[in-house]
């Protein structure tokens, strides 16, 4: 989860995303598209535009990570991660219990 809490619901992002791109044309660009709906839904310019970005790399008119792929990656990283602190430990035990066996007086 990110750092920042989310002021806006998926909804309103959707809808606001949706407004972009259906009133891009009656703008003289889509800057001056997003700055006009970003003042009517109240929040910045930049991250309307973030918004409208990865709304087009996940449909895909757009190339980049997909959300979906990116939130895959990312598990799975997390996954190797916690994984190789696992074996990191587990080697370290075995050398250890190793190491005592060593140390044990020889029976015989």
């Known amino acids: ?3 920042t809490t ?3 619901a998926p909804e309103v992002r959707e809808r606001a995303v949706r407004m972009v791109l259906d009133h891009e044309r009656d703008h003289p660009s889509r800057w001056a598209a997003v700055v006009s709906i970003a003042e009517k839904i109240g929040c910045v310019p930049q991250t309307l535009h973030e918004w409208v970005k990865k709304a087009e ?4 008119k ?3 990570v997909p959300t979906e792929v990116a939130d895959k990656m990312k ?3 997390r ?3 916690e ?4 074996n990191e430990i587990l080697r370290k035990a075995s050398a250890y219990f190793a190491q005592a066996e060593l140390d044990r ?3 015989r």
């Open 1 to 3: 989860m990110s750092k």
């Open 6 to 8: 989310n002021k806006f």
């Open 57 to 60: 790399v996940n449909s895909g």
């Open 62 to 64: 757009r190339a980049g």
């Open 75 to 77: 598990a799975l990283e």
């Open 79 to 81: 996954e190797v991660r």
């Open 83 to 86: 994984l190789r602190q696992a």
């Open 105 to 107: 007086p020889f029976r």
